[in-house]
Protein backbone atom coordinates (compact mmCIF):
# COMPACT_ATOMS: atom_id res chain seq x y z
CA UNK A 1 0.00 0.00 0.00
CA UNK A 2 1.60 3.33 -1.11
CA UNK A 3 0.62 6.84 0.25
CA UNK A 4 1.29 10.35 -1.34
CA UNK A 5 2.19 12.58 1.37
CA UNK A 6 1.97 16.20 0.72
CA UNK A 7 2.00 19.76 3.30
CA UNK A 8 4.63 23.03 3.35
CA UNK A 9 3.51 22.92 7.01
CA UNK A 10 3.77 19.51 8.34
CA UNK A 11 7.27 17.66 9.21
CA UNK A 12 7.02 14.96 6.41
CA UNK A 13 9.55 12.66 8.29
CA UNK A 14 7.51 13.05 11.68
CA UNK A 15 4.74 12.14 9.60
CA UNK A 16 6.33 9.39 7.74
CA UNK A 17 7.48 7.65 11.22
CA UNK A 18 4.41 7.76 13.09
CA UNK A 19 2.71 6.40 9.95
CA UNK A 20 4.99 3.39 9.55
CA UNK A 21 5.03 2.82 13.13
CA UNK A 22 0.97 2.27 12.88
CA UNK A 23 1.37 0.44 9.45
CA UNK A 24 5.14 -1.29 9.01
CA UNK A 25 4.73 -2.09 5.37
CA UNK A 26 3.55 1.16 4.27
CA UNK A 27 5.15 2.96 1.41
CA UNK A 28 5.47 6.72 2.47
CA UNK A 29 5.98 8.51 -1.08
CA UNK A 30 6.45 12.64 -0.05
CA UNK A 31 5.86 14.97 -2.76
CA UNK A 32 8.03 15.57 -4.98
CA UNK A 33 9.49 12.56 -4.97
CA UNK A 34 6.72 10.07 -5.70
CA UNK A 35 8.32 7.54 -8.18
CA UNK A 36 5.95 5.69 -10.36
CA UNK A 37 2.48 8.01 -10.05
CA UNK A 38 0.35 4.62 -10.73
CA UNK A 39 1.33 3.14 -6.87
CA UNK A 40 -0.09 5.52 -4.97
CA UNK A 41 -3.37 4.28 -3.25
CA UNK A 42 -4.22 7.19 -1.42
CA UNK A 43 -2.88 10.98 -0.70
CA UNK A 44 -2.87 12.46 2.72
CA UNK A 45 -2.52 16.29 2.06
CA UNK A 46 -2.39 19.77 3.38
CA UNK A 47 -3.70 22.67 0.83
CA UNK A 48 -2.78 20.41 -2.02
CA UNK A 49 -1.62 22.13 -5.30
CA UNK A 50 -3.77 22.01 -8.06
CA UNK A 51 -3.68 19.32 -10.77
CA UNK A 52 -1.37 17.32 -8.63
CA UNK A 53 -4.41 14.52 -7.32
CA UNK A 54 -5.50 14.40 -10.52
CA UNK A 55 -2.51 13.15 -11.70
CA UNK A 56 -2.31 9.59 -9.55
CA UNK A 57 -4.40 7.45 -12.12
CA UNK A 58 -4.87 4.77 -9.08
CA UNK A 59 -5.66 6.96 -6.36
CA UNK A 60 -8.55 5.91 -4.25
CA UNK A 61 -9.36 8.62 -1.24
CA UNK A 62 -7.67 12.09 -0.30
CA UNK A 63 -7.38 12.65 3.46
CA UNK A 64 -6.59 16.44 4.66
CA UNK A 65 -3.86 16.70 7.04
CA UNK A 66 -6.76 18.35 9.21
CA UNK A 67 -10.33 18.89 10.63
CA UNK A 68 -10.86 21.13 7.54
CA UNK A 69 -11.26 20.06 3.97
CA UNK A 70 -11.45 23.58 1.94
CA UNK A 71 -7.83 23.35 1.39
CA UNK A 72 -8.83 20.10 -0.91
CA UNK A 73 -11.78 21.64 -2.07
CA UNK A 74 -10.06 24.76 -3.33
CA UNK A 75 -8.15 22.37 -6.15
CA UNK A 76 -10.74 23.06 -9.47
CA UNK A 77 -9.43 20.12 -10.57
CA UNK A 78 -9.94 17.42 -7.90
CA UNK A 79 -11.03 14.02 -8.83
CA UNK A 80 -14.36 12.51 -7.78
CA UNK A 81 -12.96 10.94 -4.88
CA UNK A 82 -14.01 9.92 -0.82
CA UNK A 83 -12.30 13.06 0.76
CA UNK A 84 -11.85 12.11 4.27
CA UNK A 85 -11.24 14.50 7.13
CA UNK A 86 -9.37 14.36 10.58
CA UNK A 87 -11.52 13.58 13.99
CA UNK A 88 -8.69 13.79 16.25
CA UNK A 89 -9.49 13.51 20.33
CA UNK A 90 -6.13 15.42 20.75
CA UNK A 91 -6.69 18.32 17.84
CA UNK A 92 -10.56 18.91 19.58
CA UNK A 93 -8.75 19.12 23.10
CA UNK A 94 -6.18 21.71 21.36
CA UNK A 95 -9.08 23.94 19.91
CA UNK A 96 -10.92 24.01 23.02
CA UNK A 97 -7.73 25.17 25.10
CA UNK A 98 -7.46 27.84 22.42
CA UNK A 99 -10.92 28.77 22.77
CA UNK A 100 -11.03 28.88 26.55
CA UNK A 101 -7.99 30.57 26.67
CA UNK A 102 -9.37 33.76 24.37
CA UNK A 103 -11.96 33.37 26.36
CA UNK A 104 -10.80 34.05 29.27
CA UNK A 105 -8.20 36.31 28.56
CA UNK A 106 -10.98 38.76 28.05
CA UNK A 107 -13.48 38.03 30.38
CA UNK A 108 -10.66 38.54 32.98
CA UNK A 109 -9.59 41.62 31.45
CA UNK A 110 -5.80 40.46 30.56
CA UNK A 111 -5.93 43.40 28.23
CA UNK A 112 -6.14 45.78 30.74
CA UNK A 113 -3.75 44.15 33.61
CA UNK A 114 -1.02 44.06 31.27
CA UNK A 115 -1.24 47.94 30.48
CA UNK A 116 -1.39 48.40 34.21
CA UNK A 117 1.55 46.36 34.85
CA UNK A 118 3.43 47.70 32.11
CA UNK A 119 2.54 51.37 33.75
CA UNK A 120 3.51 50.14 37.36
CA UNK A 121 -0.50 50.53 38.61
CA UNK A 122 -2.16 48.66 40.56
CA UNK A 123 -5.86 48.64 39.99
CA UNK A 124 -8.61 46.77 40.48
CA UNK A 125 -11.17 46.41 37.75
CA UNK A 126 -14.65 44.79 39.27
CA UNK A 127 -15.06 41.29 39.45
CA UNK A 128 -15.98 39.36 36.31
CA UNK A 129 -19.64 37.75 36.54
CA UNK A 130 -19.31 34.63 34.58
CA UNK A 131 -22.54 34.05 34.75
CA UNK A 132 -23.67 36.71 32.59
CA UNK A 133 -21.32 36.16 30.44
CA UNK A 134 -23.04 35.45 27.41
CA UNK A 135 -20.51 33.52 24.94
CA UNK A 136 -21.83 32.26 21.68
CA UNK A 137 -19.66 29.79 19.37
CA UNK A 138 -20.32 29.30 15.92
CA UNK A 139 -20.63 25.69 14.84
CA UNK A 140 -21.83 22.62 17.01
CA UNK A 141 -19.62 19.97 15.35
CA UNK A 142 -16.97 17.97 16.70
CA UNK A 143 -15.16 21.08 17.88
CA UNK A 144 -17.12 23.31 18.51
CA UNK A 145 -20.10 21.25 20.80
CA UNK A 146 -16.67 20.28 22.89
CA UNK A 147 -15.73 24.17 23.57
CA UNK A 148 -19.57 25.00 23.85
CA UNK A 149 -19.62 22.40 27.23
CA UNK A 150 -15.96 23.67 28.05
CA UNK A 151 -17.14 27.04 28.76
CA UNK A 152 -20.95 25.82 30.03
CA UNK A 153 -19.17 23.96 32.48
CA UNK A 154 -17.11 27.24 33.72
CA UNK A 155 -20.37 28.46 34.41
CA UNK A 156 -20.59 30.73 30.76
CA UNK A 157 -23.77 31.46 29.47
CA UNK A 158 -23.55 29.54 26.28
CA UNK A 159 -25.23 29.29 22.86
CA UNK A 160 -24.51 27.46 19.93
CA UNK A 161 -25.21 28.24 15.97
CA UNK A 162 -24.69 25.52 13.75
CA UNK A 163 -26.94 24.47 10.60
CA UNK A 164 -29.30 21.84 12.29
CA UNK A 165 -31.01 22.23 15.73
CA UNK A 166 -28.44 20.50 18.54
CA UNK A 167 -29.83 19.63 22.13
CA UNK A 168 -27.21 19.89 24.23
CA UNK A 169 -27.20 20.22 28.25
CA UNK A 170 -26.62 23.84 29.13
CA UNK A 171 -26.76 25.26 25.91
CA UNK A 172 -29.27 27.61 24.54
CA UNK A 173 -29.26 26.33 20.45
CA UNK A 174 -29.55 28.40 17.17
CA UNK A 175 -29.64 26.98 13.83
CA UNK A 176 -29.72 28.11 10.09
CA UNK A 177 -29.47 31.63 8.39
CA UNK A 178 -32.53 32.71 10.08
CA UNK A 179 -31.57 32.58 13.11
CA UNK A 180 -27.91 33.61 13.04
CA UNK A 181 -28.69 37.85 14.01
CA UNK A 182 -30.93 36.66 16.81
CA UNK A 183 -27.97 34.46 17.83
CA UNK A 184 -25.03 36.87 17.94
CA UNK A 185 -27.41 39.59 19.36
CA UNK A 186 -27.25 37.81 22.59
CA UNK A 187 -23.24 37.24 22.30
CA UNK A 188 -20.79 39.00 24.33
CA UNK A 189 -17.91 37.10 23.21
CA UNK A 190 -18.23 34.99 19.62
CA UNK A 191 -16.08 32.24 18.57
CA UNK A 192 -16.29 30.66 15.69
CA UNK A 193 -15.17 27.44 14.63
CA UNK A 194 -17.11 27.04 11.29
CA UNK A 195 -15.98 25.13 8.39
CA UNK A 196 -14.94 27.13 5.41
CA UNK A 197 -18.01 26.57 2.63
CA UNK A 198 -19.81 28.52 0.15
CA UNK A 199 -21.98 29.33 2.78
CA UNK A 200 -19.99 30.64 5.69
CA UNK A 201 -17.35 32.53 3.35
CA UNK A 202 -17.42 35.87 5.33
CA UNK A 203 -19.90 35.30 7.66
CA UNK A 204 -17.92 37.70 10.42
CA UNK A 205 -18.93 40.77 8.28
CA UNK A 206 -20.50 44.53 9.08
CA UNK A 207 -23.97 42.96 9.23
CA UNK A 208 -22.88 40.23 11.41
CA UNK A 209 -21.02 42.54 13.72
CA UNK A 210 -24.06 45.14 13.93
CA UNK A 211 -25.74 42.02 15.25
CA UNK A 212 -23.82 41.61 17.94
CA UNK A 213 -24.19 44.19 21.00
CA UNK A 214 -21.95 47.21 21.32
CA UNK A 215 -18.61 45.67 23.12
CA UNK A 216 -18.59 42.44 21.91
CA UNK A 217 -15.65 40.13 21.87
CA UNK A 218 -14.84 38.27 18.38
CA UNK A 219 -12.35 34.92 18.29
CA UNK A 220 -11.69 33.27 14.81
CA UNK A 221 -9.98 29.97 15.02
CA UNK A 222 -12.12 28.70 11.86
CA UNK A 223 -10.57 29.83 8.70
CA UNK A 224 -8.97 33.25 7.42
CA UNK A 225 -11.93 33.63 4.83
CA UNK A 226 -14.95 33.56 7.69
CA UNK A 227 -13.95 37.10 8.55
CA UNK A 228 -13.93 40.44 6.29
CA UNK A 229 -10.79 41.95 7.42
CA UNK A 230 -11.66 45.61 6.72
CA UNK A 231 -14.93 44.95 8.48
CA UNK A 232 -13.31 44.10 11.37
CA UNK A 233 -11.16 46.54 11.39
CA UNK A 234 -14.25 49.29 10.79
CA UNK A 235 -15.96 48.07 13.48
CA UNK A 236 -13.26 48.30 16.42
CA UNK A 237 -12.64 51.85 14.49
CA UNK A 238 -16.01 52.60 15.99
CA UNK A 239 -15.61 51.07 19.16
CA UNK A 240 -19.06 48.77 18.59
CA UNK A 241 -16.78 45.94 18.80
CA UNK A 242 -14.24 45.58 21.83
CA UNK A 243 -11.46 43.75 20.40
CA UNK A 244 -10.50 40.18 18.53
CA UNK A 245 -8.66 37.72 18.84
CA UNK A 246 -7.51 35.62 15.35
CA UNK A 247 -5.96 32.57 14.92
CA UNK A 248 -6.73 32.17 11.32
CA UNK A 249 -6.17 35.14 8.42
CA UNK A 250 -7.47 35.83 4.96
CA UNK A 251 -3.57 35.54 3.18
CA UNK A 252 -1.38 33.11 5.67
CA UNK A 253 0.72 34.23 6.36
CA UNK A 254 -0.40 37.43 7.63
CA UNK A 255 1.41 40.09 5.18
CA UNK A 256 3.79 42.52 7.98
CA UNK A 257 2.45 45.36 6.07
CA UNK A 258 -1.53 43.88 7.37
CA UNK A 259 -3.12 46.85 9.85
CA UNK A 260 -4.19 43.88 12.03
CA UNK A 261 -0.53 43.35 13.37
CA UNK A 262 -1.19 46.83 15.19
CA UNK A 263 -4.87 46.97 15.81
CA UNK A 264 -5.01 47.79 19.72
CA UNK A 265 -7.38 45.02 21.34
CA UNK A 266 -6.08 42.39 18.42
CA UNK A 267 -4.38 39.17 19.57
CA UNK A 268 -2.93 36.89 16.58
CA UNK A 269 -1.71 33.78 16.31
CA UNK A 270 -0.49 31.81 13.19
CA UNK A 271 -2.47 29.01 12.71
CA UNK A 272 -1.82 27.18 15.70
CA UNK A 273 -4.86 27.11 17.88
CA UNK A 274 -5.16 22.74 16.40
CA UNK A 275 -2.46 21.18 15.14
CA UNK A 276 -3.06 17.54 14.24
CA UNK A 277 -0.42 15.00 16.03
CA UNK A 278 1.02 12.47 13.48
CA UNK A 279 1.27 10.21 16.92
CA UNK A 280 -2.64 10.22 17.28
CA UNK A 281 -4.06 10.63 13.63
CA UNK A 282 -1.82 8.47 12.11
CA UNK A 283 -3.65 5.52 13.48
CA UNK A 284 -6.56 6.47 12.08
CA UNK A 285 -5.32 7.58 9.08
CA UNK A 286 -3.56 3.94 8.47
CA UNK A 287 -7.17 2.56 9.60
CA UNK A 288 -8.90 4.45 6.98
CA UNK A 289 -6.47 3.37 4.61
CA UNK A 290 -6.87 -0.50 4.88
CA UNK A 291 -10.58 0.35 4.58
CA UNK A 292 -10.34 1.83 1.74
CA UNK A 293 -7.98 -0.90 0.45
CA UNK A 294 -10.51 -4.23 1.23
CA UNK A 295 -13.62 -1.53 -0.48
CA UNK A 296 -14.96 -0.35 2.65
CA UNK A 297 -15.76 3.15 3.04
CA UNK A 298 -14.02 5.21 5.19
CA UNK A 299 -14.51 7.05 8.20
CA UNK A 300 -15.27 10.76 8.61
CA UNK A 301 -16.31 10.78 4.74
CA UNK A 302 -17.04 14.59 4.00
CA UNK A 303 -19.90 15.27 1.73
CA UNK A 304 -19.05 17.40 -1.18
CA UNK A 305 -22.27 18.78 -1.65
CA UNK A 306 -21.76 20.47 1.71
CA UNK A 307 -18.67 21.55 1.65
CA UNK A 308 -18.00 19.78 5.06
P1 LIG B 1 -17.64 19.58 11.95
O1 LIG B 1 -17.69 18.49 12.96
O2 LIG B 1 -17.92 19.23 10.52
O3 LIG B 1 -18.68 20.70 12.43
C1 LIG B 1 -19.02 21.79 11.64
C2 LIG B 1 -20.12 22.58 12.34
O4 LIG B 1 -20.38 23.76 11.57
C3 LIG B 1 -21.43 21.81 12.42
O5 LIG B 1 -22.07 22.04 13.64
C4 LIG B 1 -22.26 22.40 11.27
O6 LIG B 1 -23.65 22.35 11.47
C5 LIG B 1 -21.78 23.84 11.31
N1 LIG B 1 -22.03 24.50 10.03
C6 LIG B 1 -21.52 24.21 8.82
N2 LIG B 1 -22.05 25.01 7.87
C7 LIG B 1 -22.92 25.82 8.51
C8 LIG B 1 -23.79 26.86 8.09
N3 LIG B 1 -23.88 27.21 6.81
N4 LIG B 1 -24.54 27.46 9.02
C9 LIG B 1 -24.49 27.11 10.32
N5 LIG B 1 -23.68 26.13 10.79
C10 LIG B 1 -22.91 25.50 9.89
O7 LIG B 1 -16.23 20.32 11.96
P2 LIG B 1 -15.17 20.39 13.17
O8 LIG B 1 -14.37 19.17 13.25
O9 LIG B 1 -15.88 20.85 14.38
O10 LIG B 1 -14.21 21.56 12.62
C11 LIG B 1 -14.72 22.82 12.36
C12 LIG B 1 -13.69 23.70 11.68
O11 LIG B 1 -12.72 24.16 12.62
C13 LIG B 1 -12.85 23.08 10.58
O12 LIG B 1 -13.56 22.95 9.37
C14 LIG B 1 -11.73 24.07 10.46
O13 LIG B 1 -12.09 25.10 9.57
C15 LIG B 1 -11.61 24.64 11.88
N6 LIG B 1 -10.35 24.22 12.54
C16 LIG B 1 -9.41 25.17 12.75
C17 LIG B 1 -8.24 24.83 13.38
C18 LIG B 1 -7.18 25.85 13.69
O14 LIG B 1 -6.06 25.49 14.03
N7 LIG B 1 -7.50 27.11 13.60
C19 LIG B 1 -8.02 23.50 13.79
C20 LIG B 1 -9.02 22.57 13.55
C21 LIG B 1 -10.19 22.94 12.91
P3 LIG B 1 -24.45 20.94 11.56
O15 LIG B 1 -23.97 20.31 12.86
O16 LIG B 1 -25.86 21.32 11.63
O17 LIG B 1 -24.04 20.15 10.37
C1 LIG C 1 -6.57 23.02 10.99
O1 LIG C 1 -6.73 24.13 10.65
C2 LIG C 1 -7.46 21.93 10.71
O2 LIG C 1 -8.36 22.08 9.89
O3 LIG C 1 -7.27 20.84 11.32
Known sequence: MALLFYSKVDDPEEWTDALKRAEPALDVRVWPEIGEAADIDA?????????????LPNLKAIFSLGAGVDHVFADDDLPDLPVVRLV?????????EYVLLAVLDRHRRMDAYRAYQARGEWHQLPAADTGACRVGVMGLGEIGQAIALALANLGFAVAGWSRTQKQLDGIQSFHGAGQLAPFLGRCDIVACVLPLTAETTGILDARAFAAMPKGAYVINAGRGGHLVEADLMAALGTGHLSGAWLDVCQEEPLPPDNPLWSQPNVTITPHVA?????????????????RVLAGNPPHNIVDPARGY
Open 43 to 55: ALVWRPPTGMLAS
Open 88 to 96: DPALTSQMV
Open 274 to 290: GWVLPRTASVQVIENLR
